[in-house]
């Protein structure tokens, strides 16, 4: 499974103190048991004195396979451990519109 594959990659390459994988094709119109769409909040301390771009770069040179082959669309959310105790939750995914829809 792919969401099963993701948590292993993120788990080996950071050490996280909280990962939460989330597959949010159900959102989508996808055919039912999609493994398309996914919310990764990732909080490490290796992203101590990094930028919020640096630590999406990192989470995609990880996932580079995942994100050419299998995943159609994913949103990061990266924390220090500092910042994860201010809030201790990633926004909420928004509603898909569809790709296809007219409004």
């Given at each position: 499974m792919i969401q099963q594959r993701i948590e292993h990659k993120l788990n080996e390459a950071f050490s996280p103190k909280h990962l939460e994988v989330l597959n949010e094709s159900y959102m989508h119109n996808v055919p039912p048991g999609s493994e398309s769409h996914f919310k990764v909040v990732v909080v490490s301390e290796q992203f101590n004195d990094?930028?919020?771009?640096?630590?999406?770069?990192?989470?995609?040179?990880?996932?580079?396979?995942?994100?050419?082959?299998?995943?159609?669309?994913?949103?990061?959310?990266?924390?220090?451990?500092a910042e994860w105790a201010e809030s201790m939750?990633?926004?909420?995914?928004?509603?898909?519109?569809?790709?296809?829809?007219?409004g």
């Amino acid at each position: 499974m792919i969401q099963q594959r993701i948590e292993h990659k993120l788990n080996e390459a950071f050490s996280p103190k909280h990962l939460e994988v989330l597959n949010e094709s159900y959102m989508h119109n996808v055919p039912p048991g999609s493994e398309s769409h996914f919310k990764v909040v990732v909080v490490s301390e290796q992203f101590n004195d990094q930028r919020l771009i640096e630590r999406h770069r990192s989470i995609n040179s990880v996932l580079a396979d995942e994100l050419a082959n299998h995943i159609h669309a994913l949103a990061i959310h990266t924390y220090t451990e500092a910042e994860w105790a201010e809030s201790m939750t990633a926004p909420t995914s928004p509603s898909c519109r569809g790709g296809s829809q007219i409004g």
